[in-house]
């Protein structure tokens, strides 16, 4: 099993920037990609940006140049600096943890963050 615990979630106006957290604890060494994705009401979890231990890393069109995702595989942890926040980036944001030949939906998953960009 593994535990992800997520931080950095707020309020912020259209134009700014927030910084999201996650640090992984418990079988960490099965873990191949670390991400996030995002999820507002009535609409399908999509994904936001993924990296694996290799570094390499896959985003969402829509965040593409705005944001940055980066880990740490000796701290376990991911992090995902949102730059250029507009209103449509307002979700709930999750962070994901991926073991090796596994599917994304079936990883696991933190609780979730809410991230609110004000216009």
């Known amino acids: 099993q593994v535990q992800l615990v997520e931080s950095g979630g707020g309020l912020v106006q259209a134009g700014g920037s927030l910084r999201l957290s996650c640090a992984a604890s418990g079988s960490t060494l099965n873990i191949d990609d670390m991400g996030w994705y995002r999820q507002v009401p009535g609409k399908q979890r999509e994904l936001v940006a993924i990296i694996n231990r290799s570094g390499r890393t896959n985003y969402a069109d829509s965040v593409k140049g705005r944001f940055t995702i980066s880990g740490d595989n000796a701290k376990n942890t991911v992090s995902l600096q949102m730059n250029s926040l507009k209103p449509e980036d307002t979700a709930v944001y999750y962070c994901?943890?991926?073991?090796?030949?596994?599917?994304?939906?079936?990883?696991?998953w933190g609780q979730g963050t809410q991230v609110t960009v004000s216009s």
């Open positions: 994901n943890a991926v073991p090796y030949g596994t599917i994304w939906y079936e990883g696991y």
